[in-house]
């Protein structure tokens, strides 16, 4: 794919356009430069992900202006070129006094601010930062050019609100090199500055910050572990003799690796391991191995037997409660690593290279499959999550009925009304929670603070906590209401983590919802469902939250409840209390 040709691109992305069925993801590229071939290259990126991608170019350095027209996009990219700030700068810049610099520094800040400003309810906007790396990027010592690109750098850093990302020009280009980013053949007569190879770098660059926003990103990384966490095979070499030591040369590069996965691990992403050896043999290297970094505290799942990997990895989704298509899976056979692209070709594989050195390498340039756009205290404490959730498993097995399984747990939900403070896990559940979701509404931080702050709407979140532990903040509505009247609500958003579907907390959550809006005054509330092809399990929610129906097709039910008709569900093993 790398030496995709731009003719074949064209063709390749009408095809996905064409076969994509889902709601478009509008995006708008505003831009002081000629950078039209970005549009069909980005989209085909992204569609290739299953994104359905419809870019909309701004017109030519009118990026103030074109702010305002395309403020309401799902995305806007922001290619602010230094060197054509004002006409020539590249060469213009050293001949400028302090003052003339000054001068264009307070311009330049003038106009970021406006551009900012009209963009603070996007929900994302990706910010290139300045460079000058094409104009003296073989230039030593410091230049007036290089200077305005650090000042403005800075500004925009301090300015930077939370739906804004930057995107760092700089390594984009170092990433294939000044001389395949650059063509200055058109710069001068039609300002074209960059090749369509920095268009692909540039839109893979960008590709896990759209992704996360889509909920696209991935949550868990199953390991192998003979010859992929270890040097050796277990079985055959032993204990003593499998290699992962720092201080030895092919050890380094395992202890390297589980680093880098332990790493991961405290950015939330589940850890697990799928290995064709004795359970009893990994357990004792994970326990007691003096150069083992992954523990089990720090593994959430461990399916090391003799069971196939296909089958094995099925298992490990089902077990995590999360889509198969959320893994990664990492094993140095060709053999099993074709049979899971073969088998199970949502699963992301990577494999480790026959050049030892290479591994880490590899594994780095696939991080950002994990990339989050917020990063929550929920998040560090997952794996903990997860084993606390098997305990439960565990307990459930005990019981005949469920209602004594649940009454046994000692549910408590705290609800919070308006928080500001739990902004990033709100915005993260929207982007991630897929199966518990009424209408999949992604939506960033910003999305959720305009919410918050809006007099016309509620956003509602909960945390769980039961005799095992504490599963954070796991639940979520946001909720519109008539301005006018006060007497009619629409359920925006109703969604919930998977870790703590099957307790029931959904309907106490109703129940304080329904009893919250009827003390404001609401006597009417609309809800939907949207089918999406994870949603299934929740078709039927508002129906056994007594919801009539008022409307439905293939893809959406519309409901409308008078709150006078609701019938609550009362559960008295489940304690439920405001703030």
Known sequence: ????????????????????????????????????????????????????????????????????????????????????????????????????????????????????????????????????????????????????????????EDETPANVKLVDLEKVIANIGIKNSLDLRYYYSSKALYTIDFFKSYSNYIKPYIMSANGKNKKAIIFDCDNTLWRGILGEDGFDNIGMSSKTKDGAIFSEIQSIALALHKRGILIGLCSKNNPGDVNKVIKSHPDM??????????????????????????????????????????????????????????????????????????????????????????????????????????????????????????????????????????????QFNLTTRRYTEADIGNFIFNPASKVFAFSVVDKFGDSGVTGLCIINVEEKYMQTADIDTFLMSCRIIGRNIEYSFMDFLINYLEDIGVRNIRGRFIKTPKNEQVHDFFDRCSFPIINSDSKIVEYLLEVRNYKPKDLDYIKVRNG
């Not at 900012?116 to 994302?124: A, E, M, Q, R, V």
């Not at 609800?415 to 915005?427: G, H, L, P």
């Open 1 to 156: 794919m790398k030496n995709l040709k731009y003719s074949k691109i064209l063709e390749l992305n009408k095809q996905l356009g064409n076969a994509l069925k889902s709601n478009a993801y509008n995006i708008a590229v505003l831009s002081n430069i000629t950078i039209h071939q970005i549009k069909k290259i980005c989209e085909y990126y992204l569609r290739k992900e299953g994104i359905n991608a419809n870019i909309k170019m701004g017109d030519y350095d009118n990026i103030v202006q074109d702010s305002i027209k395309y403020s309401k996009s799902n995305l806007v990219i922001i290619f602010w070129e230094l060197c054509n700030i004002i006409d020539g700068l590249q060469y213009k810049a050293e001949l400028f006094s302090n003052g003339q610099v000054d001068a264009i520094l307070e311009k330049a800040k003038r106009e970021i601010d406006l551009v900012l400003g009209n963009l603070k309810n996007t929900s994302l906007v990706l910010f290139n930062q300045f460079t000058s790396i094409p104009f003296s990027g073989r230039t030593i010592g410091e230049t007036n050019l290089n200077q305005l690109a650090d000042l403005l750098n800075r500004y925009v």
């Open 293 to 434: 970094q992954l523990r089990n505290e720090h593994i959430s799942i461990n399916k090391s037997n003799w069971s196939d990997k296909v089958t094995n990895l099925l298992d490990i989704a089902t077990e995590l409660n999360i889509g198969i298509e959320s893994l990664v899976f990492v094993d140095d056979s060709s053999f099993e690593v074709n049979l899971i692209k073969q088998q199970l070709p949502q699963v992301t594989v990577i494999q480790v290279p026959e050049r030892l050195y290479d591994y880490p390498r590899i594994f780095r340039e696939n991080l950002d499959l994990f990339y989050s756009l917020s990063f929550t205290v929920e998040d560090t404490q997952k794996a903990k999550m997860y084993k606390q959730q098997l305990q439960r498993e565990g307990v459930r097995k005990k019981y005949a009925d469920i209602e004594e399984y649940l009454a046994s747990l000692e549910l408590k939900i705290r609800v919070y009304v308006d928080n500001e403070d739990i902004i990033s896990r709100m915005s993260q559940m929207s982007q991630k929670t897929n």
